[in-house]
């Protein structure tokens, strides 16, 4: 795994948001869209951008971010993943993990990881945007299924992320589905080096219900010495344009502003 080796700094601002691909999901991507076309933003890491027509609406309504990576995008938009950002792509590379366990609806967005490298300047980052496969139980015990198929995925992106090729700081950042405290994440950060940009942060990332509270399953992760400072976005409702009140998504978004 590559650092930064480089004295002079360099500073981006990164958003990871899982959009939520069910309900009104056209109506909030157009309200979406607008929100970030305001923001500070260099990268956006989007996960469940399933539709193509809700993909070209980012596309139309983004015009600040004119560099969008993503996998094939018919009959879906492969993983839901799209990486969109204002500073130069220079490659970009969707790798679909393996599907395992019992046959589920899930399996229809083959989900993976999209590697994008961005320029910054005459240097590079390289970010993995990447959705893992949904703990149905949330158990994340190491004899659950679902964490067994979670572990597998990670360790696959840990071999991607340790290819020769990859000499750049790395970023991996999206819905990972596991909790900053469980073993299979950690295991995965000592296998890659990458460090907890939230240091292991309790607060959810996942809106709660009355049914239901979860552990923080978003996660963003660097190389050191790249570092960032944190907050939680979208918490707040929005309005969809026929005037109803609603939330951006089941999902609060991580906003992290880098430096090194």
């Not at 500073?87 to 993990?97: A, E, L, Q």
């Amino acid at each position: 795994m590559a650092t930064w080796d480089d004295p002079r700094p360099v500073n981006f601002g990164l958003l990871t948001f899982n959009t939520l691909f069910r309900g009104d999901s056209r109506a909030r991507i157009r309200v979406l869209a607008g929100i970030l076309e305001e923001s500070p933003y260099d990268v956006v890491c989007l996960q469940e951008v399933v539709s193509p027509v809700n993909l070209a609406t980012l596309r139309r309504a983004m015009p600040s971010y004119p560099h969008i990576a993503h996998g094939p995008s018919v009959p879906l938009v492969r993983g839901g993943l799209v990486t969109l950002s204002r500073r130069p792509i220079v490659r970009r590379h969707f790798h679909t993990y393996r599907f395992t366990g019992r046959p589920r609806a899930e399996g229809l967005l083959r989900k993976g990881a999209l590697l994008t490298r961005i320029a910054f300047g005459d240097r590079h980052v390289t970010i993995a945007n990447t959705h893992l496969t949904a703990n149905r139980d949330n158990d994340w015990d190491l004899a659950n299924p679902y964490t067994r198929i979670e572990a597998g995925e990670l360790a696959r992106l840990a071999e991607l992320l340790a290819h020769p090729r990859l000499t750049d700081p790395l970023v991996v950042a999206g819905d990972l589905n596991v909790p900053r405290s469980s073993p299979v994440l950690r295991d995965f950060r000592a296998a890659t080096g990458l460090v907890d940009v939230l240091d292991g942060g309790p607060a959810t990332t996942f809106r709660p219900t009355p049914k239901l509270s979860l552990e923080p399953i978003d996660q963003i992760l660097a190389a050191p010495p790249l570092t960032a400072t944190t907050s939680l976005v979208f918490k707040d409702e929005i309005r969809l344009p026929d005037g109803r009140a609603t939330y951006l998504s089941d999902h609060y978004g991580i906003a992290a502003a880098f430096s090194a």
